[in-house]
C-alpha cells in the first residue's frame, strides 16, 4: 500500500524567504501526488497535483512541486513566502481511484 | 466548479445522542465520497468509502454500527455518528470523487463536539 512521510512536521521561515516543504512517497505503481493547504478549521484546498508527464508542476498561490521518481520524492516549494502561506499543509499521494493516503502535515509558519 | 459542501459546519451535541453530517456535491455527481476525521494537529484519517447505491467499505478499526454512512444519491451522503461520546469530538471532513477520477474534491468540514 501506498504511504508518504512529510519530513518536518514544523517548517518556519521568514517572510520573502524560500519555502521547501519536504514530502517522500512509497508506491507500488506510478502514483499521483498531491498537495493540500488547510487554514484552522476549514477542509482541505488543492495546491498542485502531479499525474503524469512534466514532473515540475505549477500550482495556485506561486507553489510548485518536483516529481522526482529516483528520489520518490515530491517536495513543495514557493521562491518567497507571504505571511499568507502560514497555514497547515499537506502531501498525498494515490495509487486507485479509490485511496488517497496523507502525510502527517507540515506547519508552515511565516515569520515578519 | 468542483464544489462540495457539508452541512452543519459545526455542531454540539450530548453524549448519548445521534448526529447526522451531510456532504454534498453541488455541481457534479459523485459516484464516490469519502468520509475522514481529523484530530486536532493530527493528519486526515479515511474512515470510510462510498459508493452511491452500495454500502459503505469501513476502514480496519472503525465501527460501522457507530458510524452510519448512506450514499443514496449522486449528490449526497450523510455519516450518522450514532451514540456519540466526548471521544468522538472531532474534525470531520468529507471528499467527493466523479466517476472515473483520480481527483477527491473536499468539504469544509464539520467541526463535532460532543460534551
Known amino acids: 500500500a501506498q504511504s508518504v512521510t512529510q519530513l518536518g512536521s514544523h517548517v518556519s521561515v521568514s517572510e520573502g524567504a524560500l519555502v521547501l516543504l519536504r514530502c517522500n512517497y512509497s508506491s507500488s505503481v506510478p502514483p499521483y501526488l498531491f498537495w493540500y493547504v488547510q487554514y484552522p478549521n476549514q477542509g482541505l484546498q488543492l495546491l498542485l497535483k502531479?499525474?503524469?508527464?512534466?514532473?515540475l508542476v505549477k500550482g495556485i498561490n506561486g507553489f510548485e512541486a518536483e516529481f522526482k521518481k529516483s528520489e520518490t520524492s515530491f517536495h513543495l516549494t514557493k521562491p518567497s513566502a507571504h505571511m499568507s502561506d502560514a497555514a497547515e499543509y499537506f502531501c498525498a499521494v494515490s495509487e486507485s481511484n479509490n485511496d488517497m493516503r496523507f502525510g502527517a502535515g507540515t506547519r508552515l509558519t511565516v515569520k515578519p | 466548479g468542483a464544489v462540495v459542501s457539508q452541512h452543519p459546519s459545526r455542531v454540539i451535541c450530548k453524549s448519548g445522542t445521534s448526529v447526522k453530517i451531510e456532504c454534498r456535491s453541488l455541481d457534479f455527481q459523485a459516484t464516490t465520497m469519502f468520509w475522514y476525521r481529523q484530530f486536532p494537529k493530527q493528519s486526515l484519517m479515511l474512515m470510510a468509502t462510498?459508493?452511491?447505491?452500495?454500502?459503505?467499505?469501513?476502514e480496519q478499526g472503525v465501527e460501522k454500527d457507530k458510524f452510519l454512512i448512506n450514499h443514496a444519491s449522486l449528490t449526497l451522503s450523510t455519516l450518522t455518528v450514532t451514540s456519540a461520546h466526548p471521544e468522538d469530538s472531532s474534525f470531520y471532513i468529507c471528499?467527493?470523487?466523479?466517476?472515473?477520477?483520480?481527483?477527491?474534491?473536499f468539504g469544509p468540514g464539520t467541526r463535532l463536539t460532543v460534551t
Open positions: 462510498s459508493n452511491e447505491g452500495s454500502k459503505a467499505t469501513y
Open positions: 471528499s467527493a470523487q466523479a466517476s472515473a477520477s483520480y481527483e477527491q474534491y
Open positions: 502531479y499525474t503524469t508527464g512534466a514532473t
